[in-house]
């Protein structure tokens, strides 16, 4: 497998031979933008707020709040990171507060909604489960049936940003 596609290397050969091929053909733009043909709209905090916070009172109701949501210009997926949960503890007075925040890498301003949510999605389970384990997993399908689909797909979005630049025009 080719190094360039290092957000597939755990995919078979078959899988990263056709995503090669099309990359080498110069058809995967192409391939993104036929299935998502247009970038979310949710391009500021407040947005991307109400977003995470409309999928969270939908499926996490009784789950520790979040104190802040918001794009970060620091993540980048060169750290593997898109997204950041992030559980911070401060002393106030006499008692130790405790906060969830959750970030998302600035580079989802423009990005198909599916994987914005894919995300959001995964973050906010981590309020559940810390670990990338099975039962994480299961909570990340049952906000978002095709999660793993989206993931794949990402990660083909991804390697297409990072090789052959964006698929949308002005971003």
């Known amino acids: 497998m080719s190094s360039s596609l290092k957000y597939l290397s755990a995919y078979s050969t078959e899988i990263t031979d056709k995503i090669q091929t099309m990359l080498d053909a110069d058809t995967l733009k192409t ?3 036929n299935k998502y043909p247009t970038p979310h709209s949710i391009y500021n905090d407040k947005a991307l707020r109400e977003y995470t916070m409309d999928i969270k009172n939908q499926y996490l109701k009784k789950s520790n709040p979040l104190s802040q949501i918001k794009y970060d210009d620091k993540i980048h997926v060169i750290n593997n990171a898109l997204g950041l949960h992030t559980y911070v503890s401060r002393v106030q007075g006499s008692k130790l507060k405790s906060k969830n925040e959750l970030r998302v890498g600035s580079m989802f301003k423009v990005a198909p909604e599916p994987f914005l949510n894919m995300i959001v999605v995964h973050e906010l389970a981590h309020l559940k489960e810390k670990d990338h384990n099975k039962a994480f997993y299961k909570l990340c399908e049952h906000m978002l049936p095709n ?20 698929i949308y025009e002005n971003s």
């Open 147 to 166: 999660y793993h689909q989206l993931e794949f797909e990402l990660r083909v979005y991804l390697t297409q940003l990072e090789l052959k630049g964006p």
């Open 31 to 33: 391939f993104l933008i």
